[in-house]
């Protein structure tokens, strides 16, 4: 790849990662906690968000999402349902979320303010990881229809999260999913991870990813002196 | 986006087009029938192409596979397996294949003349749709377990290709895959596209697909006068 191209996205970054900060440091001044949400396409990133908002809601959490696809408001449509206000972006080709999107959408939006905005980024496991969205916390969500080496194989975005979820857990047994390889994948990218597994179809998982949450909520709303 | 940068990135589309012509050109001049295999990270293109190499070799057809990953050559040892030859294609962080690297590739791999070579491109929906590999058909893989409405989402690699394959079909029941909305979302994407269905445990499908690339092989290998 010719060097010029190298520098301009090398400039392109530079101004994703000084917009993000100043992003980041309104989040935390505001007191919302803001959650980043990464995988392929399909791997249950609207529906798991669709669980939380629900929960979030009934239990008179302030919660909000931002959802990012190529195209349609299909996720946006999908989620108001939870009682939670959400907001599409539509990138119309673009691959991945930017700051500059997620600080123009926040601007036009009359909506919050928000205990917890959840960013649902563009389905893609590789150029997501480059941009940071002012995000206090990025997860990845790896599905066990996937296949177990997904870590090894886009390392950086494994890499670059802070904790990662298993999802579709109930397809487990029918897809032969061995867990041990996939944490060991995980584990191998990023040593010590937090893992957490989901189904949408039991509780135990959701109640241990909601735990999670209320956890770094109460870091948020509730600072040290 | 600034303008100097999407004027670069029509100059690099442009080179990649004219580099992917001539690919295609000396592909049909070798009697060699292409065909690049898109999807999201765990479709199931591995294991499709596993299947496929194994018939083709068993058949005696010259088969051969370039695949493409950001790192790790565990597809390229798995798909060896097969009996054909596979060269493995690390693009350490991009996110797709561009047809410069199917030509170096092509020119320091000692294998082949080959009646089929298949590229098994970056798992990835949105940014392989840009990238001609001077392939004759390109196929796009939707497994059952990721939504029906992804075409939707990701209208321009639907549009692109040329069959879609469903994979995974033995799930269909247990991921509640309502296979006529998923046809209604591809053909509105792209009306009349072909449509295959294949599962890893179940041979039907895939006869049909080996159906599909016999009859592309028996144009390529015996041209019309």
């Known amino acids: 790849m010719p060097t010029r191209i190298v520098e301009l996205r ?15 440091e309104r989040f935390t ?20 968000l669709e669980q939380t908002l629900r929960r979030l809601v009934g239990a008179g959490t302030r919660a909000g999402a931002l959802v990012g696809d190529l195209e349609t408001d299909n996720d946006a449509r999908r989620l108001a349902a939870s009682g939670a206000p959400v907001r599409q972006i539509n990138t119309h080709g673009r691959c991945h979320l930017e700051a500059e999107m997620i ?8 909506a919050g303010p928000f205990d917890v905005l959840f960013i649902e980024n563009v ?10 969205l002012g995000e206090h916390h990025r997860v ?13 194989k886009y390392p950086t975005i494994f890499n670059s ?37 989901t189904s949408a ?25």
């Open 161 to 197: 999260a802070d904790v990662a979820v298993i999802t579709k857990y109930d397809l487990a047994a029918a897809c032969e999913f061995d867990d041990a390889a996939a944490m060991a994948s995980i584990h191998a990218v990023r040593p010590g991870m937090r893992i957490l597994r």
């Open 201 to 225: 179809r039991s509780a135990p998982g959701l109640d241990a990813w909601m735990a999670w949450i209320d956890e770094r909520l109460g870091r948020v709303i509730v600072p040290a002196p």
């Open 29 to 48: 001044r505001e007191g919302t906690l803001v959650i980043n949400l990464v995988s392929s396409p399909g791997t249950g990133k609207t529906l798991l």
């Open 103 to 110: 600080g123009q959408h926040l601007d036009a939006w009359q």
């Open 140 to 152: 990845v969500l790896l599905s066990v229809t996937e296949g177990e080496d997904k870590p090894l």
């Open 10 to 24: 090398q400039g392109v970054l530079n101004k994703n990662d000084q917009l993000a900060r100043a992003l980041r």
């Open 123 to 132: 389905g893609n496991l590789v150029c997501p990881s480059s941009y940071d």
